[in-house]
């Protein structure tokens, strides 16, 4: 079971970003797939969930309307679009689906 994000980076308050988070070795499509983030010396937190119909769940307050989840089963793979960005996202994401974990991808937002 393998579960890989891509798709971080340094990006300017106010610009986007997409995370991917590419599954393998497990039946993805029949899953929750959860993206958590990690900022330092913090708890990490959950961002957003998606089931497996691509009905999505959990999203966390500070980024409701800012950020979207979806998935595309044919691809094994699930989306995090992040609009709006601000200093406070900077964080390490994660995906998480079965308990299975990714190596995450980091995300800077700074000027």
């Known amino acids: 079971v393998q579960l890989v994000e891509s798709g971080g980076g340094l990006v300017q308050p106010g610009g986007s970003l997409r995370l991917s988070c590419a599954a393998s070795g497990f039946t993805f499509s029949r899953y929750v797939v959860n993206w958590y983030r990690q900022a330092p010396g913090k708890e990490r937190e959950l961002v957003a969930g998606?089931?497996?119909?691509?009905?999505?769940?959990n999203a966390a307050d500070s980024v409701k309307g800012r950020f979207t989840i979806s998935r595309d089963n044919a691809k094994n793979t699930v989306y995090l679009e992040m609009y709006s960005l601000k200093p406070e996202d900077t964080a390490v994401y994660y995906c998480?689906?079965?308990?299975?974990w990714g190596q995450g991808t980091q995300v800077t937002v700074s000027s």
């Open positions: 998606i089931t497996s119909a691509g009905g999505t769940t």
């Open positions: 998480e689906s079965v308990g299975f």
